[in-house]
Structures are given as C-alpha cells and as structure tokens.
C-alpha cells in the first residue's frame, strides 16, 4: 500500500482551498498530475499538497447600515435594494406597516433604474439593401455609456452604422411593445415604421451624445462654421435626426 497517498478527494480539495466540484473539474482539465492516483477500489487518493493556497475572498456583507453612512454605496437603487433585503430577512419582526412599505420600495428601486436609462436607435446604410429591409436596433443603455455602446455593436456589425437618435422620455419596454409586430430579431425592428413614428408621432426631444455634438463642431470650418455656431445643441440633435433618416450615409 502506497502510504504517501493517503487523503481523500474532499480532504485534498480543502487543503488546496477549494470545493471538491472545483478539483473534478480541474482533474478533468488535466491539472494536479501527479498529485493524485486511483486506488484498488478505483477511488481517487491524493498526497499532501505543497503548493500555493490561494486566501479565500472576503466577502463583506451585512454592514448595509455602515455603507450607508459612509456612502459607499455606488447608487440609490442597490441601497433601497439591500434595505428591503433587510426587511425581508427580519420579516417575521416586522410589523404590518414595515413589511408594507416592501413594494413601495421595490417601486422606487424599478423608477431608479429606469431613470438612470435612455433608448437609443441604431441603423446602417447599405446601397445593397432595399429601404424597407433595412432594421433599426432599439436598446436601452445609462446615458454616460451611449457612445461606448455604439462603439460595442459597431465591433460586431459588417456594416458601417450611425446613431440616428437617443430617447429620454420613454422606455425600451415601451418601443418594443410598440414595434413588436415589425420585430426581426433579438433588439433588431423593420427600419420604416420606427422611423416614421419618430418623424410624425414621437414628442420627445431628439439626443446625441455630448462627444458627438462636441465632434460636429470641432470639425466643420469656414463658411460651416458660421451656419452650425447659429444652432444650439438640441437644434443640432433635430438637424442630425433629419439628415440621418432623409438618407443615412
């Protein structure tokens, strides 16, 4: 009997710092040969491991009061959310009227993201395709991170795309509810009738990303630059959406 080989797979795993579901599938990636052989009843032994152990990482919980009164929390939502976690967890010391503020907050938390959130409408121009083939793609992202968002989609797109506009004052579930019967794919609608809606029907205000409106300026020169420099930026977001969708290029 092979006396070096003496710990079962459960004990090896707590001696490397992991779970016994982490070391199979280790094992099955080939990792800690050598460690390790299969005994006569076709069980696995293991030899005292010497390598690193990696520390465990701390997970801070259960000081939401502390973080609140640092303001550590990155957010209102994710504060209001681990509130009512609270509430939740203490519920049967809660009274009627706590536990019946759980939806109120539940609420609050739904408007804060929602707040926090624009929908943006992308499409592309391909001379190969007919005007009413050509899709517009609806998604929501924070305002701040319009521009890297198009920048994402772009990566992935074979065609060269343009932002037509950003939506403040409705949300990606109204839009889609809206377009559902001229859904393609994924977030991706039949360009024609999403554009027509925002021509004739939408009341809101037409957006573009502050960098792109700061481009705009930066590169026009001569006579342009008398002409753009009479508009101010919600006239440049309404020139943008006009020239885009009369004919994208």
């Not at 099955?28 to 520390?55: A, N, Q, S, T």
């Not at 997970?59 to 303001?71: L, T």
């Not at 707040?115 to 007919?130: A, G």
Request: include cysteine.
């Amino acid at each position: 009997m092979n006396t070096e080989y003496i710990y079962t797979r459960k004990e090896f795993a707590h001696q490397v710092g992991i779970t016994t579901e982490c070391l199979r599938t280790r094992m099955r990636r080939g990792r800690h040969m050598g460690w390790y052989i299969r005994g006569e009843d076709g069980r696995f032994l293991f030899k005292k491991w010497e390598g690193e152990v990696k520390p465990k990482r701390k997970i801070n919980r259960g000081n939401h009061d502390n973080a609140v009164k640092k303001g550590r929390y990155p957010n209102k939502a994710m504060e209001e959310h681990n509130r009512m976690k609270k509430f939740l967890a203490a519920k049967k010391q809660l009274s009627k009227k706590e536990l019946a503020m759980v939806p109120a907050i539940l609420e609050k938390i739904k408007n804060a993201n929602l707040k926090n959130h624009v929908v943006y409408f992308i499409t592309y121009y391909d001379p190969l395709i007919k005007e009413e083939d050509r899709l517009v793609k609806i998604g929501k992202t924070k305002e701040r991170t319009v521009t890297g968002r198009f920048s994402a989609i772009q990566s992935c797109c074979p065609f060269e795309l343009t932002l037509i506009t950003y939506s403040k004052s409705k949300t990606e579930e109204f839009f889609h509810e809206k377009f559902r019967e001229h859904w393609v794919r994924g977030e991706w609608f039949k360009y024609t009738p999403v554009v027509d809606y925002l021509k004739n029907e939408y009341e809101g205000e037409y957006c573009l990303p502050e960098e792109l409106l700061n481009t705009m300026k930066a590169n026009v020169d001569g006579q342009w630059l008398d002409y753009i420099s009479e508009y101010n930026d919600q006239e440049l977001c309404d020139l943008w959406f006009k020239l885009k969708t009369d004919k994208i290029n």
